[in-house]
DNA sequence: TTTATACAATTGACCAATCAATCGTTGATA
DNA sequence: TATCAACGATTGATTGGTCAATTGTATAAA
């Protein structure tokens, strides 16, 4: 287990991740940045877009045509922030609402699965080595 | 950090990877993809592209198009095998392998910046645990 | 008060991934 | 030998993401 570069814990974690993007959107249906974007949604009563793109690292173009799609679909409203109006402040609507609590449901099947045979000291262990992976990132430099 | 499916771990690694993806994209100035099809050429000599996407788990379409950019730049070459007309194989040319062994570097450097202060051990110990967690996918069922 | 700067959001152009349908080849079967 | 099913590769249509440029609003400076 040579760190040569092949077969390394980058290469692992693309196969792993890849793998289980697919897997969890063949099982809920939903697009994993939908979902994402959803989800945020979920935590607040309104907030704007660059708030929610800085959140999520999405692309501001991705969350202006996501948001539109969902305004479209009745999951969200949006309406200009009357104090300043620059900004849009976006919420789910009781509709939306529902949809994300089911989706959250589905979720927390699948990690169940995803987890079994993980003890809650593993679970932790692993939420925390990605943390520190995570800030390790943040230190490299890069025009991000 | 109860499992109310809140801030989960999936939603920690979705996080983590998007930041990853992109900053090692930045640092390399490869995609992902296609820094993951080269190296997967990089350790067979010629190789049928079915098998590729196999190995890859991208789609089939995106794996053409792939090869054919990589042939337009001089990466790869393509031919039919003669024995079964059906299968195109793939290999690195000369060019093709400077490169994907210059990119490797480049990976081996990131690496060493993404796993600051962990141990030989825990490297382990991550990359058993994304070993065990895929196994878990691999199980749940669903159209993949 | 006018002008310049900063910022949120949007749009257009482009690239990459996926799905579904199709083409061409092969091998088995009637 | 003719037909059909299986399979690899390709293509078209659609979707989602990024970058760059633009629009509209607010605020600070001249």
């Not at 969200?76 to 789910?92: A, G, M, S, Y």
Request: one cysteine or more; charged letters at 30%.
């Amino acid at each position: 287990m040579k760190d040569s570069g092949d077969n390394s814990i980058i290469d692992k974690l693309q196969n792993f991740y890849i793998q289980l993007i697919s897997k969890f959107g063949h099982c809920t249906g939903i697009s994993p940045s939908r979902f994402r974007l959803m989800q945020q949604l979920f935590h607040v009563d309104e907030i704007n877009q660059t708030t929610l793109q800085k959140e999520l690292q999405i692309d501001r173009a991705a969350i202006t045509r996501h948001l539109k799609q969902l305004e479209g679909d009745g999951i969200v409203t949006r309406r200009i922030n009357p104090d300043d109006n620059r900004f849009t402040l976006v919420r789910l609507t009781d509709h939306g609402r529902q949809e994300i609590v089911a989706y959250r449901e589905e979720k927390i099947l699948f990690m169940a699965q995803l987890l079994q045979g993980f003890s809650e000291e593993e679970q932790k262990l692993f939420a925390n080595m990605i943390e520190r992976m995570q800030e390790n990132i943040n230190h490299i430099k890069g025009e991000n």
